[in-house]
């Protein structure tokens, strides 16, 4: 199971704030939690999400194979199926099922689920 990565960002804030109201009996211990924690904040924020991701299909819940859908689904029937060359991203969010010869077709995301690779 992934994560929600903003339920992860606010868990981390939330310990950050905690670690920060340490005992003065403890407070290494809690200067190094907090160190740690904010360097974790850090990266999540910086690194939003990998450069790669990976399609699941839902009906299968397995990793989407392009040449199968592109040569038995309608609504992908149109592309190339022996030359294709993946799945593709909009600013949106829409997910696009990609052909060699520069054709597209617009996948359904409730069907398919992206992954991003970290």
Request: hydrophobic share 40%; charged share 30%.
């Amino acid at each position: 199971m992934i994560a929600d990565r903003e339920k992860v960002v606010k868990g981390l804030e939330a310990m950050r704030e905690f670690f920060g109201f340490g005992l003065p009996s403890q407070s290494t211990v809690f200067e190094a939690y907090q160190n740690i924690l904010t360097n974790a904040l850090a990266i999540l924020k910086e690194q939003r999400h990998g450069e790669t991701f990976t399609v699941i299909d839902t009906k299968t819940g397995e990793e989407a194979d392009e040449y199968e859908i592109a040569l038995h689904e309608d609504w992908a029937k149109h592309l190339c199926y022996c030359d294709m060359e993946g799945w593709a991203i909009e600013n949106d969010g829409t997910l696009l099922l990609v052909d060699e010869c520069g054709k597209f077709a617009y996948a359904d995301r409730e069907r398919f689920k992206v992954v991003w690779d970290a």
